[in-house]
């Protein structure tokens, strides 16, 4: 988390170790030339497609990756374990993004999605400590004070992961611009500095599968 456990390597963004599952998490910013054909296996599992909806033939991934990447609203991220690239994540702001027209967003407020990408990371326990690291990077910034979600409904696993990260449901509402009913979930700083970021510390390591984990949030 926020102590001296947490470095920032060369290649990433952001690097900690997480006691809880005794790995190093890691995220970089992801790129066209180094994740184009991993993001596009993942957006095509199973397990992802109900959810993103991005299954789509390659150069049409392509084309949807790299306006992602264009957008200044959002930065996708690969999230790694032991320096393995296994999710995918976007934070974004929420002011700029089409969920500002359902709740009244802060211009400082980030919002995140995520994915776990290969199947042998699922029901594994690595969500919540993964979720844990984003929001922490994102709280870096020193004039957000909140960090919100907006997860399809349906999607009880991640609803499950995010409550257990510090956000609280406030609202469920039909997002026209998505094609989906959300529920819009809220991270407050103070909360998770002060609750989740102390009982993460305190907690032993977890056994490998906890039967909470998540595959995809939108």
């Known amino acids: ?27 970089r910013q992801a790129t066209l030339d180094r ?17 993103w909806q991005l299954d789509l033939p390659l150069p049409a991934f392509r084309d949807r990756l790299a306006t992602k990447l264009a957008d200044d609203h959002l930065t996708p991220y690969i999230g790694c374990l032991d ?24 211009p400082a407020d980030q919002g995140v999605h995520l994915l776990i990408g290969p199947d042998e990371y699922l029901g594994r326990g690595y969500a919540l400590p993964l979720l844990r690291a ?3 990077m994102q709280f870096r910034h020193p004039e ?9 409904a349906r999607n009880d696993h991640v609803i499950h992961i995010l409550e257990q990260c510090g956000f609280e449901s406030r609202a469920e509402f039909h997002f026209d611009e998505a094609e989906k009913d959300a529920v819009l979930m809220v991270c ?11 009982d993460a510390t305190a907690a032993p390591p ?13």
């Not at 001296?4 to 190093?24: G, H, K, N, V």
């Not at 004070?145 to 399809?152: K, L, S, Y």
């Not at 056994?207 to 984990?213: F, I, P, Q, T, V």
């Open 134 to 136: 984003v929001v922490t």
């Open 83 to 106: 320096h393995v690239p296994m999710s995918y994540w976007e934070c974004y702001w929420a002011a700029k993004d089409d969920v500002a027209n359902h709740y009244d967003a802060d």
């Open 35 to 51: 994740d184009l054909g991993r993001l596009h296996a993942w957006l095509g599992s199973d397990h992802v497609k109900p959810y």
């Open 188 to 198: 407050d700083r103070n909360r998770f500095e002060t609750e989740v970021l102390t």
């Open 1 to 27: 988390m926020t102590g001296p456990d947490a470095t920032i390597a060369t290649d990433y963004d952001y690097q900690t170790c997480d006691p809880s599952i005794e790995r190093t998490i890691s995220l």
């Open 206 to 218: 977890q056994n490998a599968d906890d039967g909470s984990e998540v595959s995809a949030d939108d």
């Open 144 to 152: 957000t004070e909140r960090v919100i979600a907006e997860p399809d």
